[in-house]
């Protein structure tokens, strides 16, 4: 048995509550973001243990310590029947491939949505499932998408009885692949919401609906974002699995790189790196809307208005205000709520520099570099990869090689790197064809998807018009 595990929120205003309770929720009702009260500490025994584990296993062992009231029984069978060949095409879950000069590539891009998020939503979906058995209760899932979030929580709640989806994307930024996997999903319990704005428009919206409490109580809302802590702790588990793979003893030190949009990624190996995980450095890349690269370079974190956003050909970056970024800022604020949330106050009128506080000084304790990739970078490194070891990565992916190379000088000699697969390169075919002149291989279970009848509403940035479309369809 594990110690009891509760949560708190990153505004200080929420008493510690368990992992289900807060598991089905978005934001805090204070507005802040659910956060472990402390972070489990492995030690090297442990570790050790953990080495020749299969990745249900593992997966096990570290969301076993942040689900601690769901009896281990039953979080062992959510877990084996989440982490299958059957769906992630592969035993080993998330398989390591050596690129080159000690760069490696943590494939997490296998599962039924063809991107990172399955990994986690499939188990999100699971974890539901079993809770709402429980409970009897329905759902409304209200979520936000640049891309792949949206694609991998239909395809998780698809089947699933007691739960609904809205999922809401930025019209016409997506990929056109993107689009048609969301989209060609006709199911009645799936309902999919392009919003005439940017991805940042659309997460506005979801945090709007999520501080009615009012509404969010009536209709039972919940969210599949990347804020939802149960995500943040599936994507943990591969961190562990990759350094695992890549290493003979628990003396070694590897560093990741993590293409970063919305923070959520590259957070769980920061949590992976608070629980003891040996971890060199954790390296942030992002593309042309480099908020996150400003910050770490400066300490100033300012996101940009919706008309500043890049549109890119790594469209799931596309995005100004990281979401789980605040979790982040709350550790580096040694666990203040009150500094955390005074902090955010000045996020609401432009943003907040550290300037030369305690904050700005310790920010170096966390190990995290970072660095930034435009267009030419990602074909360059496209070519560059393929022409090294025959290996076609999406632009995303590519993203994170770009920022690995550049930073693997800085490094302790021999360091081996990992970069995050983020997304299988079919996703953005337009992209690989300009670089490598050809059409990426299609798995056969998306031959012609774009082909496929689809649905979707187009509705205007409005929250009050997603929350009368809400109230329409479930009929209160």
């Not at 590539?105 to 990172?116: D, M, R, V």
């Not at 942030?284 to 370079?297: K, Q």
């Not at 300009?434 to 979707?456: C, M, S, T, Y």
């Amino acid at each position: 048995m594990h110690p009891a595990m509760n949560y708190i929120s990153t505004r200080g205003g929420m008493l510690p509550r368990p992992f289900t309770e807060i598991l089905l929720e978005g934001l805090a009702p204070d507005g802040g973001l659910v956060v472990p009260e402390t972070y489990p500490r492995l030690t090297d025994e442990q570790l050790l243990a953990m080495r020749t584990m299969s990745y249900p296993e593992l997966a096990l062992e570290i969301i076993g310590r942040f689900a601690t009231d769901i009896p281990h029984d039953d979080l062992k069978s959510i877990i084996d029947a989440t982490y299958t060949e059957q769906t992630f095409a592969s035993v080993d879950i998330t398989p390591v491939e050596p690129l080159t000069n000690d760069l490696y590539l943590l494939c997490t891009s296998n599962g039924p949505s063809l991107a990172f998020k399955d990994i986690a939503m499939q188990l999100l979906g699971n974890l539901f499932d079993y809770v709402l058995d429980k409970t009897g209760d329905e759902l409304n899932i209200l979520g936000a998408t640049s891309g792949d979030t949206g694609g991998a929580a239909i395809y998780a709640m698809r089947e699933k009885t007691h739960i609904r989806v809205f999922m809401l994307s930025p019209y016409q930024r997506t990929s056109a692949f993107q689009a048609a996997q969301m989209f060609s999903v006709l199911d009645p319990n799936i309902h999919n919401i392009a919003i005439r704005g940017v991805f940042d428009d659309c997460q506005d919206i979801v945090k709007l609906v999520g501080e009615d409490a009012a509404f969010k109580a009536r209709y039972n809302i919940g969210t599949v974002n990347s804020i939802n802590w149960a995500r943040v702790v599936a994507q943990v588990v591969y961190y562990f699995k990759g350094y695992f793979a890549v290493t003979s003893t628990n003396a070694e030190q590897v560093a990741f790189a993590v293409p970063s949009g919305n923070f959520g990624n590259i957070f769980a190996g920061h949590v992976a790196r608070m629980m003891g995980l040996p971890i060199e450095r954790l390296i942030l890349a992002t593309n042309e809307n480099d908020v996150l690269d400003e910050f770490f370079r400066t300490g100033a974190y300012r996101p940009r208005a919706s008309i500043a956003v890049h549109a890119t050909s790594s469209p799931s970056m596309d995005i100004s205000k990281a979401s789980n970024f605040e979790r982040f800022i709350f550790d580096l604020t040694g666990r203040d709520g009150d500094r955390t949330r005074s902090l955010y106050e000045e996020v609401r009128t432009g943003g907040f520099d550290l300037g030369d506080s305690d904050e700005r000084r310790a920010m170096s304790d966390y190990k995290i570099a970072s660095g930034v990739s435009t267009h030419s970078d990602r074909i360059a490194t496209i070519r560059y990869v393929y022409e090294t070891c025959s290996r076609v990565i999406d632009t995303h992916t590519a993203d994170g090689v770009k920022v690995a190379r550049e930073q693997q000088h800085s490094l302790p000699a021999g360091t081996k790197v990992l970069c995050l697969e983020t997304a299988l390169p079919v996703k953005f075919g337009a992209t690989i064809v300009e670089a490598l002149g050809f059409e990426p291989q299609r798995p056969d279970k998306v031959i012609g998807l774009e082909a496929r009848e689809q649905q979707v509403q187009v509705v205007d940035n409005d929250a009050a018009a997603v929350m009368d479309l809400i109230a329409k369809v479930t009929g209160r």
